[in-house]
Antibody, heavy 121, light 107 residues
Framework: EVQLVQSGPEVKKPGESLRISCQGS????????IRWVRQMPGKGLEWLGD????????SYSPSFQGHVTMSADKSITTTYLRWSALKASDTAMYYC??????????????WGQGTQVTVTS | DIQMTQAPSSLSASVGDRVTLTCRAS??????LAWYQKKTGTAPKLVVY???RLESGVPSRFSGSGYGTNFTLIINSLQPEDFATYYC?????????FGQGTKVEMK
């Protein structure tokens, strides 16, 4: 069974940096992109971006480009989402997911359990 | 950006009911559409991909249809475990976007 295990909850101050992780297992890690999705409190789902773990090629949502950075370490089947300077508005649950393909388009088929990020002074 | 609009925003239904959720894209997305079930405190769960293909393990009371701009998710004979929020999601072109969700509540 495909597994995506995310790092634990984080409480940070505005301006601090943070990196959260998502480790994949029970599948060929470099054959599937990873997608990051955000859910702010009481709100819907938002796409942050995708990363190809085989070569770390990334595709970001314009809404998040420049504010978050995705990376991957295929040697430990882990992808990361990083902020260099958090804002209170980054408070949200962040999910990673595996991207599967039907035809030319990719959808999320398996999800991590989510990482709660809280930014408060 | 392609906007996804779901209707209704919420609905009340009883166990055994047939429920119809709709999703409209602001421009054509072929069949690049997925439906996710989301319960509070848990990760989204894939229900349907490619507009009409049922994910493995999802009960056959769920069905998806549509192409282009108009899509539907139907739940036949609603079960207690189906009460949740459902999101449609297009993955046709970046930026990928989600609908605002339809909350299916118990009447």
């Amino acid at each position: 069974e495909v597994q995506l295990v995310q790092s634990g909850p984080e409480v940070k101050k505005p301006g601090e940096s943070l990196r959260i992780s998502c480790q994949g297992s029970e599948y060929s890690f470099t054959n599937y992109w990873i997608r990051w999705v955000r859910q702010m409190p009481g709100k819907g789902l938002e796409w942050l971006g995708d990363i190809d773990p085989s070569d770390s090629y990334t595709s970001y949502s314009p809404s998040f480009q420049g504010h978050v950075t995705m990376s991957a370490d295929k040697s430990i089947t882990t992808t990361y989402l990083r902020w260099s300077a958090l804002k209170a508005s980054d408070t949200a649950m962040y999910y990673c997911s595996r991207v599967n393909y039907y035809g030319n388009s990719g959808y999320s088929d398996s999800w991590g359990q989510g990482t709660q990020v809280t930014v408060t002074s | 950006d392609i906007q996804m609009t779901q209707a209704p925003s919420s609905l009340s239904a009883s166990v055994g009911d047939r429920v119809t959720l709709t999703c409209r894209a602001s421009q054509g997305i072929r069949d690049s559409l997925a439906w996710y079930q989301k319960k509070t405190g848990t990760a989204p769960k894939l229900v349907v991909y490619a507009a009409s293909r049922l994910e493995s393990g999802v009960p056959s009371r769920f069905s998806g249809s549509g192409y282009g701009t108009n899509f539907t998710l139907i739940i036949n004979s609603l079960q207690p475990e189906d009460f949740a929020t459902y999101y449609c999601h297009h993955y046709y072109s970046t930026p990928y976007t989600f609908g605002q969700g339809t909350k299916v509540e118990m009447k």
